[in-house]
């Protein structure tokens, strides 16, 4: 195990392969936005180069991943976690939950996994760019077919409206998000409605407001919604603005993925709490507690050794660094719902600048539907969590070392 992992980290470290073909991936998004400006006004969103893991991490990824889907699905597991959620997050309809996405940091002892998140994005962008790759080191490859994807990825949406409503048939599809106009990611919801028409569905991106609910359904002017979308991260529709949309859901007048089911069972961040005590996942998910008046004092003096998430965040949005966090800071995490997780240190991947070489950090993440992984994704970064800001960062693809001997 220690032999593939050093030479998986051999190539992060040494590979400066520069193996994105820019003008490639540059005419893809073009023929599908219709706008050339895109890789111009989102400069750090792709990286030029690729993070190498071994045969061995892979399957160590799938096992691990096979063995959170198989507890998440226990009625132990349930019982406790679905024991003080909305009574909207009761409610399973059937769907199983699009794009859900596994995070991951890579170590010497095997993948770590830092969350679950419910509406990971980037699943989209990343087929297109893992697309547009020039081979790179004798022996790797992305693993995964990529000529199918695309199609697997609207099959999926079939499979969440079939699952709730058999073989009725769906029509419409509205993406939602808060102003989903000024979201990083809105070039992507724009690749799905692109996708979606291709595939004879219509498709609309649209905040909250610009829908309408009655007894019937949701409404979008005159044209009924069958299936939402969901980017929302008022992830139990709590909000007074989305009554609307839990009626709707909760009449099943509409479907919606992924939904408040979804997020409870997987994405709160107080699951990670029962999840890595469990004998079969407690070497891949490090210690997470929840933030509690009992261990405000352990958490502060070694608050170095954590990393501070709420359990209901989404990206980085509210998280710290324990060695970062100041009395002020350290106040409001107290006086709200957070977990403290004991820090696991990223990868790093040494990549080509245009005045040098950079060493980044490196997240994994594994987008999976049903449990199954359809595809794996890096993002490479600086600083305290991920971000689309660093010279030489953004998204990378993952590339699998079939044979570690051409490496000795």
Known sequence: MA????????????????TLDRSLL?????????????LKNYPNMFS???????????????????????????????DEVLKDVPGIALKDFGPAGAFMGYDFHLTDSGPQLIEINTNAGGGLLNLYLSQAQLACCDGTKIPFN??????????MFVNEWKLQKGEEKFQT??????SPKDQYLYPEFKLFRSLFKKNGLECFILAPEDLKGNDVGIWYGEIKIDLIYNRLTDFY???????FLKDAYLKQSVVVTPNPHHHALYANKHNLVPLCKLPELSSGIPQTIIVSTENH??????????????????????????DKMTHRVWSEVKASDYVAQRIVKPGERIVKIEDGQNKLKVDVRAYTYQGKIQLMSSRLYSGQTTNFRTDGGGF?????????????
């Open 297 to 322: 004092d352990m958490l502060w003096k070694n608050r170095r050794d954590y990393f501070f998430k709420p359990s209901k965040g989404f990206g980085s949005k509210g998280a710290y660094r324990g």
């Open 237 to 243: 529709f709590e909000q007074s603005e989305h009554n």
């Open 146 to 155: 990529l000529d199918n994807l695309e199609k697997e990825y609207f099959q």
């Open 396 to 408: 990378a693809p993952v590339f699998l070392m079939e044979d570690t001997k051409k490496y000795d």
């Open 26 to 38: 540059e005419k893809e998004l073009l023929s599908r936005l219709g706008d050339d400006l895109f």
């Open 3 to 18: 032999e593939t992992h050093q030479l998986a980290r051999k190539l992060n470290r040494h590979c400066l392969c520069q």
């Open 173 to 178: 599809v509205a993406i939602i998000d808060i």
């Open 48 to 78: 030029q180069t690729a993070v190498y893991i071994s045969e061995f991490t892979m399957k160590e990824v799938v096992d691990l991943i096979d063995k959170i889907e198989s507890a998440i699905h226990s009625d132990s597991f349930q």
